[in-house]
């Protein structure tokens, strides 16, 4: 057997490209011929994948497409043959994108039209959340499955970096978000509640948002404006941008909470993460929010600001409550380990 995964860019710490990696390394330990094709490919994965440019076609292989964005894989896919496979990991809704970014809305638009092109083409499709696999089968893709991200969980033991911890590990409580900076995030509904936390509970709270504020620069502007006229400093809230796994490592120790307000997930491997940590989660309940987190965390249906900041206070310093929730934490991470098991995912593939 071969089983080739193809993917637009494979990355170094991308949740898509660790997933492809988690499932490559299980095949390699059990004699499978595995192969990992990329239209790009980082620097330091270069020795783990091969660039479509070079790809000669095997009819016998397995051919599995991790899907996310348009590309021209989705051509490749529509006219190749053999048995073929989808991943699904969403799309953003180009909606978001409207004010802040044109090329945004119609990259998105375009995903939206790659993947209705592509509902006839494959043999089976496996979606890493039951939120995603619904929108497939609206679409009239056969044969959907669902399988969560693969995740190699010795990563989060690795050694965080301590001066970076360091640098903010002081008296303040710390709100933290794991996550892009981009308009479906609603980064400025955290930046809301911090405000009204910092108003009428306490001003000893720092917000920290560890993601890439490149993407979308307008976007990241209007965020920090706002902190601005609310006037929060660069005390009250960091961005990080994008950092170093290490770093990334220390924000999630500093965390006192996960706060989510993102209005569209697909899957929101941050809140896995969290749960990893023991950082207590309060989220917005949008996408698949509520089936990550299968109770492990606290769900709110509606944004009042008020009422979230007092929420955080109180799931940071009720010991109970506290407790409670990394319990439920500690067990969706022992469930997540037994469900995202590569083996399974070998058994859907052995309905082929």
Request: hydrophobic fraction near 40%; charge should be neutral.
């Amino acid at each position: 057997m071969i089983i080739e995964q193809f993917l637009p860019a494979f990355h170094y710490g991308d949740a898509i490209g660790n997933s492809t990696l988690s499932l490559h390394k299980c095949l390699l330990e059990k004699g499978i011929d595995s192969r990992i094709i990329s239209l790009t490919i980082d620097e330091n994965m270069r020795d783990k994948a091969s660039f479509f440019k070079d790809y000669r076609e095997n009819p016998e292989s397995i051919k599995i497409l991790h899907f996310a964005v348009p590309s021209e894989l989705t051509d490749f896919f529509i006219k190749t043959k053999g048995k073929k496979v989808m991943v699904y990991h969403n799309i953003t809704p180009a909606h978001f994108f409207v004010g802040f970014s044109d090329e945004f809305v119609k990259f998105t638009n375009e995903g939206r039209n790659h993947l209705k092109r592509l509902k006839d083409s494959f043999d089976m499709s496996i979606a890493d959340s039951e939120y995603n696999a619904q929108e497939l089968r609206e679409l009239s893709f056969r044969n959907v499955f669902v399988f969560p991200i693969m995740i190699n969980f010795e990563e989060y033991s690795k050694p965080f970096n301590k001066p970076y911890y360091n640098l903010l590990n002081d008296e303040r409580k710390n709100i933290i978000f794991v996550g892009r900076i981009s308009p479906n995030k609603k980064i400025e509904d955290l930046i809301k509640v911090l405000f009204f936390y910092k108003k009428f509970i306490s001003p000893s709270i720092r917000l920290i948002v560890a993601g890439n504020t490149a993407t979308l620069p307008k976007y990241f502007y209007s965020v920090r404006d706002l902190a601005s006229r609310f006037f929060l400093t660069s005390d009250d809230i960091v961005f990080t941008g994008h950092i170093p796994f290490d770093e990334l490592l220390s924000v999630y120790k500093l965390g006192n909470i996960f706060l989510s307000m993102s209005e569209h997930e697909g899957f929101c491997l941050p809140l896995i993460e969290s749960c990893c940590f023991q950082v207590p989660i309060i989220a917005y309940d949008a996408g698949a929010v509520s089936e990550t987190l299968d109770e492990a965390g606290i769900i709110v249906k509606n944004k009042n600001y008020e009422y979230i900041a007092g929420l955080v206070d109180e799931v940071i310093f009720n010991k109970k409550l506290n407790s409670k929730l990394k319990n439920y934490e500690k067990k969706r991470v022992e469930n997540y380990f037994k469900d995202s098991n590569p083996e399974k995912f070998l058994l859907i593939l052995n309905k082929l």
